[in-house]
């Protein structure tokens, strides 16, 4: 089930819909380098809960998608409203090809990036739920 949940939310960051925006974005635990660039996002798939339903039904996963937005730093919170625009778009309310299913996202502002300062970041969550057999 979790496989079909990955290959759900890579998809869509692999779809036009996407791509097209020239937003990069790396999954949470990258190593790479990517100090030069001054807009970009995280990818963090947080499962949280999996539950098996009485009398042989369907097993059921859920949790959040976090992205981390990061934006360059001293042009304001706009450009962050403008990608999380772009996510919603994509990811809000929407059923998967799998079957994970987004509901709502919020965003949190968290200003300042401690360990770069010439990027702001903030954190645009959205629950999933994803159901199996």
């Not at 998809?11 to 949470?28: E, K, S």
């Not at 790479?32 to 999996?50: A, K, W």
């Not at 859920?62 to 990811?91: P, W, Y």
């Amino acid at each position: 089930m979790y496989d079909n949940l990955m290959d759900d939310i890579e998809a869509v960051f692999a779809a036009a819909a996407w791509t097209n925006n020239n937003i990069d974005i790396y999954p949470d635990n990258y190593q790479g380098t990517i100090s030069d660039e001054t807009e970009f996002c995280r990818l963090n798939v947080l499962p949280s809960t999996s539950q098996h339903l009485a009398h042989g039904g369907d097993k059921n996963l859920s949790g959040l998608v976090a992205i981390k937005i990061f934006v360059k730093a001293g042009e304001g919170q706009s450009r962050i409203m403008e990608i999380a625009d772009i996510l919603d778009n994509n990811l809000e309310n929407k059923r998967l090809t799998n079957g994970t299913e987004l509901s709502t996202s919020y965003i949190n502002v968290e200003g300042l990036d401690p360990t770069n300062k010439s990027l702001y970041s903030a954190s645009y969550i959205i629950p999933f739920k994803i159901y199996g057999e």
